[in-house]
């Protein structure tokens, strides 16, 4: 005779549950709800499985056990049994940025859209915890593994790439570039870019179209693909406009606010003579309106900026900034929906660049 048919067994009105949480001796077992249900490891098995038709007052007591021991299913073994759809991990530098946090906020929303477990992991710049975050993520399962933020592209950038792409593959996952460069031809990965060429030339153009010709590019480290890519959309409106590109107003250095506040301050106290800013994020900008300011300069009545991303605050700042909005939760829902996607999508598109876009507003003006 089956568990299912066996006659329930009536406890005496004294006697106590038999709970084991979990505690010093360690969480509960599915030989502990099999014990306090009366059923086989089996019947258990089956019906947290949902796979097996299994009697009502069976499941009753069986899920009466799970809730009274506080037993938690092995969800790692039902992923290793295909039962479980396996997380979506984002890996990236620095997860304090506002543009690489409204990133994971897309992941993290595409994600649950599709009942899926997102999580965020930081590698701080160091290529060891990166390998061993992508080595993790294929050990855990993960339906795709997203690494986002700019990179030095180059033999060594392309191997590791494509180490980690065909080990997720192997693993049933997918490798998901973010902003990053794309990989050699048949390496199974996906990249989702963005139009960094195209939005510092509107962003240059733009000033142009204001009369500005001295205009300060405050760029980002050399040999960085993110700045690399930018200086060549500042440089090519400024061809596109017959204007000669001065190696003094083009200064290269970090991402940050205390960088583009230094940078002008320095360009300032040399004597290099400028009408305009380019900074080549929004965080820049501020830097810079702030050492304009301290030097006695109104923007845009003096000195006229342009940042780069749109972050949320960039609107709000006085005067509101000119900026190039990049789509970066899109990126991020992009990435999920296309990692996630690809069987369906018949082996699409497997590199999509999404556009930026110039967001006027009230601080750039024609030069005095």
């Known amino acids: 005779m089956t568990d299912s048919g066996k006659r329930a067994r009536k406890p005496s009105a004294q006697a106590k549950p038999r709970t084991r949480p979990a505690g010093p001796e360690g969480p509960s077992t599915i030989r502990d709800v099999a014990a306090e249900a009366g059923v086989s490891v089996a019947t258990v098995s089956r019906t947290l499985a949902g796979n097996y038709p299994v009697a009502a007052e069976t499941r009753a007591r069986v899920m009466a056990a799970v809730e009274s021991l506080h037993y938690v299913v092995n969800v790692h073994a039902k992923a290793l049994s295909g039962r ?21 906020a897309g992941v993290e929303r595409e994600a649950t859209a599709r009942g899926r477990l997102s999580l965020v992991c930081s590698t701080h710049g160091d290529t060891g915890r990166e390998d061993d975050l992508v080595q993790l993520m294929r050990e855990q399962h993960a339906a795709a593994v997203v690494l986002v933020g700019g990179v030095v592209p180059g033999e060594a950038y392309r191997r590791r790439m494509t180490e980690y792409a065909r080990a ?40 142009v179209a204001a009369g500005h010709r001295r205009i300060l590019c405050l760029g980002g480290e050399e040999g960085l693909s993110s700045a690399d890519e930018r200086r060549e959309g500042h440089r090519a409106a400024l061809r596109a406009h017959a204007i000669d590109d001065d190696p003094a107003l083009y ?26 800013v380019l900074g080549g994020t929004d965080a820049i900008a501020v830097g810079a309106l702030a050492a304009l300011r301290e030097a006695g300069l109104r923007v845009p009545r003096d000195v ?14 006085s005067p509101s900034l000119t900026t190039v909005r ?10 999920v929906r296309l990692a996630l996607d690809r069987e369906e999508l018949m082996g699409g598109d497997d590199h999509v660049v999404l556009s930026t876009q110039l ?10």
């Open 168 to 207: 997720l593959d192997a693993a049933g996952s997918r490798l998901v570039l973010v902003g990053r460069p794309a990989l050699p031809p048949g390496v199974p990965a996906t990249v989702v870019e963005y139009d960094n060429r195209g939005g510092a030339f509107q962003a240059t153009s733009h000033l």
């Open 251 to 276: 200064v290269p250095g970090s991402y940050t606010r205390a960088s583009g506040h230094r940078r002008v301050r320095d360009a300032l106290a040399a004597g290099v003579a400028f009408t305009a």
């Open 326 to 335: 990049v789509p970066y939760e899109e990126l991020g829902r992009t990435a």
């Open 84 to 104: 479980v759809a396996g997380p979506v991990a984002l890996v990236l530098k620095d997860i304090t940025g506002p543009s690489l946090a409204h990133v994971a």
């Open 304 to 317: 006229s900026v342009v940042g780069f991303d749109d972050v949320h605050y960039a609107a709000d700042l």
């Open 359 to 368: 967001v006027i507003r009230e601080s750039v003006r024609a030069p005095r």
